[in-house]
């Protein structure tokens, strides 16, 4: 039996709009794709997509720790990919 939502699962994005050389934004994460049809994703698909986005931010923390990037430093970031 599948779970009933009752509400709407609110977009990821933080403002930021901007995205790196791949195409994933530098505020949320998510691709090119998931932010252009994100009104027409299911619930389950919207919970999937938020739950790679949080992959993708551990990811890049992970690499910038390892490079000692500042995440305040919008013009490293945009160099590394995720």
Not at 35 to 58: G, S
Not at 69 to 78: A, K, R, W
């Amino acid at each position: 039996m599948e779970q009933i939502e009752i509400f709407e699962i609110p977009s990821p994005c933080k403002g930021v709009c901007q995205a790196n050389n791949r195409g994933y934004c530098l505020g949320c994460f998510r691709s090119r794709e998931e932010r252009f049809h994100w009104n027409q994703l299911t619930n389950a698909q919207k919970k999937h997509v938020i739950k790679l986005c949080a992959q993708r931010e551990k990811r890049i923390r992970r690499k910038m720790a390892q490079q000692q990037i500042s995440p305040e430093l919008d013009t490293e970031q945009t160099k590394l990919d995720f």
